[in-house]
């Protein structure tokens, strides 16, 4: 599928292909995964997900690069969405003392309902709480949820669901509507139940590791054979190695925002190059 997609005949692809720069590239399921797929979920997040099929059915080449140009604007509009939101709800979390919080309720009128769910999953990346992101509108909230290990978000919200106008999910992400007077009790109860399931080392991340790998092992030959297990995803993840005594040396940003670390890391005898 990845070979065929590369190659396609599609004017959709083909334009989808160009916009985001890969044409005539080797397509992989993380192009899938944070490049393409994004753009296409773009406007079903931020109104209908129309123009996504609509760009897939198109057979005139000029109309389908019109689409791909505003799949494109609207991925970067929904960007820019998200980070007003993840701001607005960091500053609540800067009011919380997040050692004592077992669960993060967080809330504000007319947050994007398509981004609320990206959202709650960075804030949970970044303080491994259990979070529920609510946007508000004339008296109703629509909830989106994510949880961590050990942290069952369905049977939490089942626990609650007096509160709640109506819910459904399952185990690590959920959706929820609740009355914007019942947030408050919500949060309350929701923390009661927390503490209750969760005890202190379930709010230490893990990271699952395939095993330790010394920096002199790391080589191009070692590259090329776990490409091999590609494709990635779900059921087939990435491999992550572990290594220890790793120093980082002559560090450089790198990209059009200086938003990633170009730098080598390793031991006196070996080192290798790496991007953060």
Known sequence: GLKRLAQTSRPGLQALLAVTELQ????TAGHIGFVLAPRLNAAGRLSTAC???ELFLEEDWDKAQVIARELDE???ERQVIEQEI????????EEIDIKKAHVLVLHGENWHPGVIGIVASRIVERYYRPTIIISESSGLGKGSCRSIRGFHMFE???????LLQGFGGHAQAAGLTIRSEDIAAFREELEIYAQAVLQEEDYIPILD???ELPPDKISDRLMSEIK???PYGMGNPRPVFGTRDFRPRSASSIGAEGKHLRMEVGTRQKRVAALY
């Open 51 to 53: 123009r996504g099929v």
């Open 228 to 230: 091999l297990l590609e």
């Open 209 to 211: 590791i395939e095993l």
């Open 24 to 27: 005539n590239k080797e397509i």
């Open 74 to 76: 609207a991925n970067k």
């Open 86 to 93: 993840l701001k607005a709800a960091e500053k609540q979390v």
């Open 156 to 162: 939490a919200l089942t626990a609650c669901k007096k």
